[in-house]
């Protein structure tokens, strides 16, 4: 952008989002300030409370720039007609546990920051948004699985909506783990054992045989060690 010129609203908040991510890279969530954000992208306070309530809001902006990241790669999935509904399928799963393992960081950030009592009504809105956004991806995909006999589900056209709903559900527990995990890390094998249940789960709740659907646990969990190990060094 020229020097000088005017800034539109969107191009501010996209602004002060990636001011905020990189500043929580560096220091943490807990130890920046919106005074520090505000300091670094050269604003006013009022222009910062103009596009967000407080500091949590600006996770729920990064969350919500994370699904509209995404929402392509589905759409370009949900479109193919070269593969089946069991790929299609882990090729959702595949997207997010892909974005989980490059994105570490910014994954723990957002967890750190969400999964407080404070934030509970924060955190139920994001879950919200993102039901709305992918699961009727997933639902699309289970129906036609159950079409071509592949899965086995009561309901299918509401059966995704009700997988992500379950994931979502026990995302607190698989997150306190995650959090435990930064300044004790034998705790990433309860989380590994965490989402071997779930793709247990998932696969019996299909009707296919176990590790047809899988959680890319093994890549996420990689990245989370190598990012552990940085921390520590």
Known sequence: MAKGAPVVAGERRTEILAVAERLFYEHGYDHTSIAQIIEEVGIAKGTFYHHFS??????????????????????????????????????????????????????????????????????????????????????????????????????????????????????????????????????LYDYADMISILELAINRLLGVPEKTITLGAEQVLGRIRVYLEQRGA
Not at 100 to 116: D, F, G, H, P, W
Not at 132 to 147: R, S
């Open 54 to 187: 407080s500091k949590a809001a600006l996770v729920e902006g990064l969350v919500q720039g994370l699904i509209e990241q995404m929402l392509p790669a589905f759409e370009e999935l949900a479109r193919r007609s070269d593969i089946s509904p069991v790929q299609r399928l882990q090729g959702y799963f595949d997207i997010n546990s892909g974005w989980k393992s490059t994105n570490v960081e910014l994954m723990v950030t957002t967890i750190t920051a969400l999964y407080r009592p404070e934030n509970a009504l924060l955190l139920r809105r994001i879950s919200e948004n993102s039901l709305d956004a992918l699961g009727p991806y997933f639902n699309a995909v289970i129906v036609e699985g159950v079409e071509a006999g592949v899965f086995d589900a009561p309901r299918p056209e509401r059966f995704g909506e009700f997988i992500m709903g379950m994931l979502i559900g026990i995302a607190e527990s698989r997150s306190r783990i995650l959090v435990e995990s930064i300044d004790e890390p034998s705790k």
